[in-house]
């Protein structure tokens, strides 16, 4: 069944606000119902780090700028919600909007409990303050941790016309083929699944599985089989433009391999110009 509760963090940065754009197209091609979260940042409003700021730049004291920032921070909050809002409403949506004060992935994977969907942006307005790697920052932190499924949405907005699917007979991905399989008879979206192997066998395998998966469906589809490393075929399919949403398990069969640096989610997330719906 497909979901009816997405959850959108918004920040106010331009990735953001494609985020908002990419929430409100499948909320009206799914009839879903979205919610907004603004995080202010909790680690902005200690004083450790203030404390040094205030006195090398010549503000007051950490004690009588506190409130000024919280008032900044939260009128910021309110004008972020406000348009999210008005974007929502314009569409013909009726969206819910919250506002909280915490650790920022923390709190979205927290609020995302109530959600069917987390959907968020490949980068927020703290994107630099990581050293320009996304590896450990919101999106991986909620992708890894929250325990739903994740859309993470790039820099510019496409509709989304056809999907594709990159499975490997892995749990996550069978569910990922489940999901894949039910927003294309909801969205009528052709779905194109790949396989990555250099081995025969698993790929013959692999498409008897799928094949069996989707006998009584009736959907347009297709699967492919592709050889070479799977981040990098996962990339080149995508930027071959034949398809504008990109499905896949976040973990595959070595789990141990997807917890380092490089691993394929981290690199799919990363060099992605679709959005990545990532399946637990």
């Given amino acids: 069944m497909i979901t009816k509760k997405i959850l959108i963090p918004t920040d106010g940065s331009d990735y953001g606000n494609i985020a908002i754009e990419y929430g409100i197209y499948i909320a009206g091609r799914l009839n879903a119902q979205l919610t907004a979260l603004h995080v202010m940042d909790i680690r902005l409003l200690q004083a450790p780090v203030f404390t040094d700021i205030s006195g090398s ?3 007051p004291p950490y004690q009588e700028f506190l409130p000024m920032l919280q008032g900044s921070l939260d009128e910021r ?5 406000r348009a999210f809002k008005t974007k929502c409403e314009e569409a013909g949506l009726d969206p819910e909007i919250k506002k909280a004060v915490g650790v920022i992935d923390e709190t979205i994977i927290e609020e995302g409990k109530n959600a069917n969907w987390i959907l968020l942006a490949q980068r927020g307005e703290h994107f630099h303050m990581g050293g320009g790697s996304i590896l450990g920052s919101t999106a991986e932190s909620v992708v890894r941790k929250s325990g739903k499924p994740v859309i993470v949405t790039p820099k510019t907005f496409r509709e989304i016309e056809s999907m594709g699917l990159a499975y490997d007979g892995s749990g996550p991905a069978d569910h990922a083929l489940k999901l894949a399989v ?11 699944i790949i396989i990555i192997t250099s081995d025969h066998f698993l790929g013959a395998s692999l498409t008897h599985k799928i094949e069996d998966f989707l006998e009584p469906h009736k959907i347009d589809s297709e699967i492919i089989i592709l050889t070479g490393k799977e981040d990098r075929e996962i990339i080149k399919f995508i930027n071959e433009g034949s398809v504008e949403l990109m499905v896949m398990g976040a973990y595959g069969h070595n789990r141990l391999r997807e917890l380092i640096l490089g691993s394929t989610t981290s690199y799919v997330i990363r060099k992605s110009t679709i959005p990545v719906f990532l399946m637990r």
């Fill in 57 to 59: 730049v010549g503000l």
């Fill in 182 to 192: 039910e927003l294309s008879e909801t969205a009528s979206w052709p779905l194109t």
């Fill in 77 to 81: 909050a309110e004008t972020i919600l």
